[in-house]
């Protein structure tokens, strides 16, 4: 008898125990509460993995800000990341141009497709330029902090857009999974050329591969007035013919430009950002 009501009161004990064990085995450690920049930044990591890149850019965005305890590694991956972007999405639109031209019979379906990614080049140049405002006030001192692992993609150029240049219609299936190798490859790029590898992806690799990467400011902004320089000149005659566009751009990668060490290479940028803001001075 006395042995059943000990097991009675084991069996008790337990089961009022039990739901608290298994709370402290579910609930574990919990993540940075939603919304504050722990949480912001673990979301661009997660989504940078998962090759998510427009959200990888909104969640780096509520980042950005000078003063923001994530800024320093936040700005210079965003200005990455958007100019990327922006290459990826332009060369979406050059393939739709060419392709206007070499099939005249589908010519207004290819340019409304042209005119399409053309406004989503707008938006990440906007997004681009947001962030390049914000790194210039922050104004680092020192090496730049590239704290996101190697991109995804292929240093390849798209075999799709190579036929939408040749006036060759894709299916829709295709033209996404077109778009994205695209975006892919342009992120993948522009992350080579801001380490100081211009299109080098096994050194670029072997760079990410050795750790945290850190990158000399003089590199960075280098690649940084070059990008801009290329950037600026989609607003050219040649494309948008936006000159008012063009020349606030370029003006900026001059500015950058004209700061950097004196070398061939600094001044070959230099004169290009100069030609390019003529150019622009004759269409206004």
């Not at 003089?218 to 948008?240: D, G, Q």
């Amino acid at each position: 008898m006395h042995a059943k009501k000990s097991f009675r009161s084991v069996l008790l004990f337990g089961l009022i125990l039990f739901p608290f064990l298994f709370l402290s085995c579910t609930t574990g450690p919990s993540g940075p509460a939603e919304g504050t920049p722990g949480w912001y930044w673990q979301n661009a990591l997660t989504t940078w993995e998962a090759g998510d890149y427009q959200k990888t850019s909104d969640n780096l965005e509520q980042l950005i800000e000078p003063g923001s305890e994530f800024a320093d590694r936040a700005q210079p991956w965003r200005l990455i990341l958007t100019a990327g972007m922006a290459k990826g999405y332009m060369d979406v639109a050059k393939a739709f141009e060419g392709g206007a031209r070499a099939n005249q019979a589908a010519s207004s379906q290819f340019r409304m497709h042209r005119n399409n990614y053309r406004t989503m080049v707008n938006k990440q140049v906007s997004a681009f330029w947001k962030t390049f405002i914000a790194y210039k006030k922050s104004n680092p001192e020192g090496d730049i902090v590239l704290a996101f692992s190697y991109p995804q993609g292929s240093a390849v150029p798209v075999a799709a857009l190579s036929r939408v240049g040749e006036g060759i219609k894709l299916s829709e299936a295709e033209l996404p999974a077109a778009e994205r190798q695209a975006i892919k490859r342009a992120v993948l790029l522009t992350t080579c050329r801001f380490v100081g590898a211009e299109k080098d992806t096994a050194k670029t690799q072997q760079i990410f591969s050795t750790g945290e990467v850190k990158v000399p400011k003089e590199t960075f902004n280098f690649a940084l007035a070059k990008t801009i320089n290329e950037i600026a000149w989609f607003y050219s005659a040649y494309e948008m013919d936006q000159p008012d566009r063009l020349k606030m751009l370029d003006e900026q990668a001059l500015e950058i430009a004209k700061g950097l060490p004196k070398n061939d290479d600094t001044k070959e940028l230099i004169r290009q950002i100069e030609s390019h803001l003529k150019e622009a001075e004759k269409r206004r």
